[in-house]
């Protein structure tokens, strides 16, 4: 298993894994090693197989993430999540199929989506139209893809199994940047896609709401409800890390432009000092968080060859190529495409 500090033993975020159990059996499909990915991720084949044992959210990240690499395919979490049986999920699915209509539907989700992964919380704001936010907690968000688009194509299929309607989503909002390889994703949601974003979320045209559920039934639905309860009951809250919350807003806020430590502490509520003081009681510093998100990401966009250095530095909040290109050196001792070149120097 991976190394766990003190400090964050009492604030890791578990998942069931069924994500990761897919990925392992599309893994053994192509004949990738996914024994050692396994290992590198901090998973072990005996927690995969054994279906009761929640899994560490991030881990899940890792492993999918190096699973997709093996495979060569960059939308490996969108093409998990288009060729499952809904069913496979459990409680939370149930919970969701007995209930009388989409949006009934849609709050058992919202309340009980934990059950699934703790990492990643649902929220709906209903007004003309309707928006399904997802919103990492306690799990640095700029450190996946696969798993959030996994989520997102899961929904709308999940949505339009219940419902027996094709339906459309309005706009579909992603944080990460993705340059190529959409045209997969919008033939699922016949809608606009917009990355890059500071949130993700999927919009749902008006009234979609009161789509009634051919699956509905009060009885079954009053006993799943009872079950999401008591295991919610059994599961202890616990409050995410600052550094992931800080870590989160700065991946948002630098696309557009220079990040400052009163930007972030603003959308954090609490003051610049605070925040700084808060930080450093933890043993961080707001400087050393974002240095290091901009590098993890730097060699994240770097491995898609469709990001020129140019739109690498303005995802990063850089002004121009050449001050990314003297951090990059500052980080890695080359320039970022000599990195991009040689893939094995890349982190």
Not at 81 to 89: L, S
């Given at each position: 298993?991976?190394?766990?500090?003190?400090k964050?033993?009492?604030?890791?975020?578990?998942c069931?894994?069924?994500?990761?159990?897919?990925?392992?059996?599309?893994?053994?499909?192509?004949?990738?090693?996914?024994?050692?990915?396994?290992?590198?991720?901090?998973?072990?084949?005996?927690?995969?197989?054994?279906?009761?044992?929640?899994?560490d959210?991030?881990?899940?990240?890792?492993?999918?993430?190096?699973?997709?690499?093996?495979?060569?395919?960059?939308?490996?979490?969108?093409?998990?999540a288009?060729?499952?049986?809904?069913?496979?999920?459990?409680?939370?699915?149930?919970?969701?199929?007995?209930?009388?209509?989409?949006?009934?539907?849609?709050?058992?989700?919202?309340?009980?989506?934990?059950?699934l992964n703790?990492?990643?919380?649902?929220?709906?704001?209903?007004?003309?139209?309707?928006?399904v936010?997802?919103?990492?907690?306690?799990?640095?968000?700029?450190?996946?893809?696969?798993q959030?688009?996994f989520?997102?194509?899961?929904?709308?299929?999940?949505?339009?199994?219940?419902?027996?309607?094709?339906?459309k989503?309005?706009?579909?909002?992603?944080?990460?940047?993705?340059?190529?390889?959409?045209?997969?994703?919008?033939e699922?949601?016949?809608?606009?896609?917009?990355t890059?974003?500071?949130?993700?979320?999927?919009?749902?045209?008006?009234?979609?709401?009161?789509?009634?559920?051919?699956?509905?039934?009060?009885?079954l639905?009053?006993?799943?409800?009872?079950?999401?309860?008591?295991?919610?009951?059994?599961?202890?809250?616990?409050?995410?890390?600052?550094?992931?919350?800080?870590?989160?807003?700065?991946?948002?806020?630098?696309?557009?432009?220079?990040?400052?430590?009163?930007?972030?502490?603003?959308?954090?509520?609490?003051?610049?000092?605070?925040?700084?003081?808060?930080?450093?009681?933890?043993?961080?510093?707001?400087?050393?968080?974002?240095?290091?998100?901009?590098?993890?990401?730097?060699?994240?966009?770097?491995?898609?060859?469709?990001?020129?250095?140019?739109?690498?530095?303005?995802?990063?909040?850089?002004?121009?190529?050449?001050?990314?290109?003297?951090?990059?050196?500052?980080?890695?001792?080359?320039?970022?495409?000599?990195a991009?070149?040689?893939?094995?120097q890349?982190?």
């Amino acid at each position: 298993m991976s190394k766990v500090t003190t400090k964050e033993i009492n604030t890791l975020r578990t998942c069931a894994g069924f994500l990761s159990r897919l990925a392992y059996k599309r893994g053994r499909q192509k004949r990738i090693d996914v024994e050692t990915l396994l290992k590198q991720s901090g998973l072990s084949v005996g927690v995969i197989k054994d279906e009761s044992i929640q899994l560490d959210v991030q881990n899940q990240i890792k492993f999918v993430e190096l699973v997709a690499n093996a495979a060569g395919d960059s939308l490996f979490g969108f093409h998990l999540a288009c060729t499952y049986d809904p069913r496979e999920i459990g409680l939370l699915f149930y919970v969701a199929a007995s209930a009388e209509t989409l949006w009934e539907s849609l709050l058992r989700i919202e309340r009980y989506s934990t059950v699934l992964n703790e990492g990643v919380k649902l929220t709906l704001k209903k007004g003309k139209s309707f928006r399904v936010r997802l919103q990492y907690s306690g799990v640095r968000r700029h450190t996946d893809t696969h798993q959030i688009e996994f989520w997102i194509a899961s929904l709308i299929r999940i949505f339009r199994h219940l419902t027996h309607r094709d339906l459309k989503p309005l706009q579909v909002r992603l944080v990460h940047a993705r340059s190529g390889e959409r045209r997969e994703i919008a033939e699922l949601i016949s809608g606009n896609i917009e990355t890059g974003t500071g949130v993700d979320e999927i919009c749902f045209p008006p009234k979609s709401w009161e789509l009634p559920i051919v699956t509905a039934d009060r009885y079954l639905n009053r006993l799943c409800v009872k079950f999401c309860e008591e295991t919610l009951a059994r599961r202890e809250t616990k409050a995410s890390p600052l550094k992931v919350k800080v870590e989160n807003s700065i991946a948002a806020l630098l696309p557009h432009g220079k990040v400052r430590i009163d930007m972030v502490a603003a959308k954090l509520g609490m003051s610049s000092k605070t925040l700084a003081r808060r930080l450093s009681s933890e043993g961080y510093s707001f400087a050393e968080i974002l240095s290091n998100l901009r590098s993890a990401l730097a060699h994240r966009y770097l491995a898609d060859p469709t990001f020129p250095i140019s739109k690498i530095a303005w995802l990063l909040g850089y002004a121009e190529s050449a001050a990314f290109t003297r951090a990059f050196r500052r980080w890695t001792g080359i320039a970022p495409r000599a990195a991009r070149a040689n893939r094995q120097q890349l982190v």
